[in-house]
């Protein structure tokens, strides 16, 4: 059942559950982090997005499109936010709601600090981007002009 969590109860546990890095076969810590936000929310849904190329986006979690191109029955709103660190970007978090006041200023910091946590996952202990992107193999090279 979804309730409305505190922003710092929904960081907290998202902190948790990143610092635990205990991935099961039927389970990551990514997918445990959307369902923290779509649990603690009112968010209709959330994709965390991996960027492997300059252009090129991968789902880490989702199959299909472009973040900025996914919209699922329902939405009235969508953000993305930038996972970056070090001025690299590493993907994107993307939101949606079904809500039409669903992202002031209080949703946007929420948002840019999961990002934020995210990004620092991905590329701390256990390198997890490299990792997931070594499991998806050889992406394609781009044919000389």
């Not at 948790?16 to 779509?38: C, G, K, M, Q, Y």
């Not at 849904?45 to 989702?62: D, F, H, M, R």
């Amino acid at each position: 059942m979804k309730s409305y969590g505190s922003s710092r109860t929904l960081l907290a546990e998202i902190e948790d559950v990143l610092a635990s890095n205990r991935p099961s076969f039927h389970h990551s810590p990514l997918e445990r982090v959307t369902e923290i936000l779509s649990e603690g929310r009112h968010y209709s849904w959330v994709g965390i997005y991996l960027t492997l190329g300059q252009k090129a986006s991968s789902p880490l979690l989702e199959t299909g499109h472009h973040p900025a191109h996914v919209a699922t029955p329902g939405t009235v709103r969508k953000i993305l936010v930038a996972m970056k660190i070090a001025g690299r970007d590493l993907g994107y978090l993307g939101v949606e709601s079904d809500r039409e006041a669903a992202f002031g200023a209080e949703e946007r910091v929420l948002l840019e600090r999961v990002a934020g946590l995210l990004a620092r996952f991905l590329v701390g202990p256990g390198k997890y981007l490299v990792r997931k992107a070594n499991k998806a193999g050889p992406r394609p090279r781009a044919a000389a002009a």
